[in-house]
């Protein structure tokens, strides 16, 4: 992503997905097979205890349900996102559940984050880094971090041959800036 209207292009598209369940059909389906729950539940068990800790989810989207599992094993939460549409679904998730005291959704733009220097313990993202410019993001995710805090991201991988074919059965439900990670994009990582 470039500039300020591919930004705005990139929040209006994913605004838009937040109201438009068809363009999500085929990653709902995986959902419902408990594709989620597999990937969240290797997550928790890379990252240990939580409790007490300050977590950034960095790029939430509208699903909410990592922040609902990083709140419910103790972290201080925030959950951050371009898209208001994304970051309001996020928001009503969390009350329905009870833990707007542990989870503070905000609209920020990832690229250039509204936090202290070494803020947060962990930073963690699934499907957001691909979005970004990762020379700028990955200075902004280290900057916030406090030392010897974590960064964990679960990413497409553009040489995963399943993934590229579910990218072709759904290209409308991606924009057109983000790629799936490269070898170079590793490189840089
Ligand atoms: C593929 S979705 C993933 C959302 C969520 N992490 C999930 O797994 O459901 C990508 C998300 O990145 C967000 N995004 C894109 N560019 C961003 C930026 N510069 N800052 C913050 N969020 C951004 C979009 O609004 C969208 O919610």
């Not at 409790?51 to 990592?66: I, K, R």
């Not at 936090?115 to 957001?128: E, H, K, Q």
């Not at 971090?145 to 974590?150: E, F, H, S, T, Y």
Request: aromatic fraction near 8%; charge should be neutral; proline fraction near 4%.
């Amino acid at each position: 992503m470039l500039n300020d209207s591919h930004k705005k292009q990139e929040a209006r598209f994913f605004d838009q997905l937040t109201h438009d369940a068809s363009k999500t059909k085929l990653y709902d389906r995986l959902n419902d097979l408990g594709f989620q729950e597999a990937f969240i539940s290797y997550f928790e068990s890379l990252l240990g205890d939580l409790c007490g800790q300050q977590v950034l989810e960095y790029g939430c989207g509208n699903y909410g349900d990592l922040s609902l599992k990083l709140a419910r094993a103790g972290a201080r939460v925030t959950a951050a996102d371009l898209s208001g549409e994304s970051v309001r679904s996020t928001y009503r998730i969390l009350k329905a559940n009870g833990l707007l005291k542990q989870v503070a959704p905000l609209k920020m733009d990832c690229e250039v984050l509204c936090f202290a220097d070494a803020s947060f313990d962990l930073v963690v993202g699934r499907a957001i880094l691909h979005h970004l410019r990762l020379e700028v993001a990955l200075p902004e995710i280290r900057r916030v971090l406090k030392p010897g805090g974590w960064a964990l991201f679960i990413e497409p991988m553009g040489t995963n041959p399943c993934l590229n074919l579910y990218r072709r059965l759904t290209p409308h439900s991606r924009t057109e800036d983000e790629h799936p990670l490269t070898s170079s994009d590793f490189k840089m990582l």
